[in-house]
T-cell receptor, first 110, second 110 residues
Framework: DTAVSQTPKYLVTQMGNDKSIKCEQN?????MYWYKQDSKKFLKIMFS???????INETVPNRFSPKSPDKAHLNLHINSLELGDSAVYFC?????????FGPGTRLTVL | AQSVAQPEDQVNVAEGNPLTVKCTYS??????LFWYVQYPNRGLQFLLK??????LVKGSYGFEAEFNKSQTSFHLKKPSALVSDSALYFC????????FGKGTSLLVTP
């Protein structure tokens, strides 16, 4: 069984569209995260949720809105997509600091 | 602020030789340090962590890391490199989330 899963794996869309990426973990962890990896492979935290509550919101445009319906899920909704949003987005969950990452969603904005 | 630095963009090693991938950290308080590996078009895989205790930490796939408080370093090492070790390696420090270094590309040649 996959510990942290993300859908879709690839997402190609036009500028201005709205899209969502879903994440689910079956590890029973309380904390989940979204990270962004840009074209230079830099990894940066975007959001963190603990038990469905937002605890970190880095300097991310408010076009990005995370939603956590329960502690096993953390979805990422992006409005009005821009070219610069093209990246790989990783979901992760953790307990005691060690994080388990999903396979990533490669978003390409045309 | 918690941060790590990886001074090398790329490390080249011949198969069978020892390898070192460098990482230095800057934290207030006790550091929670991690190494992750990313194979091409894949997610991040946990290698090892230092929380407290023994300064030599052993991890997955024969990797180990040495925590050095006086030099504020946490270098990743392996006694004998394999071609299959070729990948992108990230050092990270945990604050409220993982703060990653820029990554070091390891190339092991036959």
């Amino acid at each position: 069984d996959t510990a942290v899963s993300q859908t879709p794996k690839y997402l190609v869309t036009q500028m201005g569209n709205d899209k969502s990426i879903k994440c689910e973990q079956n590890l029973g962890h309380d904390t989940m995260y979204w990270y962004k990896q840009d074209s230079k492979k830099f990894l940066k935290i975007m959001f963190s949720y603990n038990n469905k509550e937002l605890i970190i919101n880095e300097t991310v445009p408010n076009r990005f809105s995370p939603k956590s319906p329960d502690k096993a899920h953390l979805n990422l909704h992006i409005n009005s997509l821009e070219l610069g949003d093209s990246a790989v987005y990783f979901c992760a969950s953790s307990r005691f600091g060690q994080q388990f990452f999903g396979p990533g969603t490669r978003l390409t904005v045309l | 602020a918690q941060s790590v630095a990886q001074p090398e963009d790329q490390v080249n090693v011949a198969e069978g030789n020892p390898l070192t991938v460098k990482c230095t950290y800057s934290v207030s308080g006790n550091p929670y340090l991690f190494w992750y590996v990313q194979y091409p078009n894949r997610g991040l895989q946990f290698l090892l962590k230092y929380i407290t205790g023994d300064n030599l930490v052993k991890g997955s796939y024969g990797f180990e890391a040495e925590f050095n408080k006086s030099q504020t370093s946490f270098h990743l090492k392996k006694p004998s490199a394999l071609v299959s070790d070729s990948a992108l390696y990230f050092c990270a420090v945990f604050g409220y989330a993982l703060n990653f270094g820029k990554g070091t590309s390891l190339l092991v040649t036959p």
